[in-house]
Antibody, heavy 121, light 106 residues
């Protein structure tokens, strides 16, 4: 069974940094695009960033709300996805999910359980 | 950015009811819409992709329809396990955008 496991969440002060990781297993990680999606407490879902696969030149894309502050990356040799978050704001407080985009490009077939990031002084 | 709206925001229904949730896009999104179910404390689960295709393992009481800017998710006979919040998602253009969600309760 495919597994995605996020880690790295925690409490950080405004202006601080945090690096999230998503460990993937039981599938060929390098074949798939990967997304970060977040959910603020009691709020809806927000797409954050995408890391495309090698076949699409590892292109990365961001939501406007995080562009310039967050960096998505991947290490196919380690089957891992990352989200480096800098200049954190209170509004970045959320559960962060990693999700696998299905091979057809139409689905998001596997999600991690999420990791909570709290930005507060 | 393409804005997604959903109606209603909350829906109270009974077991066995037919339930319809509507999602509207601020511009045409062709067929690039998906529907997710999310239960409290859990990750979203894909139900429907490309407007009307049922994800593997999803009960057939769920269906999707629509085109252009208006899309619907229908639950033909509501079951207790369907208590959840439902989100639509457009993936025609970046940034991907979700609707604000529809909470279904009893």
């Amino acid at each position: 069974e495919v597994q995605l496991e996020e880690s790295g969440g925690g409490l950080v002060q405004p202006g601080g940094s945090l690096r999230l990781s998503c460990a993937a297993s039981r599938f060929t990680f390098s074949d798939y695009h990967m997304d970060w999606v977040r959910q603020a407490p009691g709020k809806g879902l927000e797409w954050v960033a995408r890391a495309k696969n090698k076949a699409e030149s590892y292109i990365v894309l961001y939501a406007a709300s995080v562009k310039g502050r967050f960096t998505i990356s991947r290490d196919d040799s380690q089957n891992s996805l990352y989200l480096q978050m800098n200049s954190l704001r209170t509004e970045d407080t959320a559960v962060y999910f990693c999700a696998r985009r299905g091979s057809t490009g139409l689905t998001w077939d596997y999600w991690g359980q999420g990791t909570l990031v709290t930005v507060s002084s | 950015d393409i804005q997604m709206t959903q109606s209603p925001s909350t829906l109270s229904a009974s077991v066995g009811d037919r339930v319809t949730i509507t999602c509207r896009a601020s511009q045409s999104i062709s067929t690039w819409v998906a529907w997710f179910q999310q239960k409290p404390g859990k990750a979203p689960k894909l139900l429907i992709y490309k407007v009307s295709s049922l994800e593997s393992g999803v009960p057939s009481r769920f269906s999707g329809s629509g085109s252009g800017t208006e899309f619907t998710l229908t639950i033909s006979s509501l079951q207790p396990d369907d208590l959840a919040t439902y989100y639509c998602l457009q993936h025609t253009t970046y940034p991907l955008t979700f609707g604000p969600g529809t909470k279904v309760d009893f």
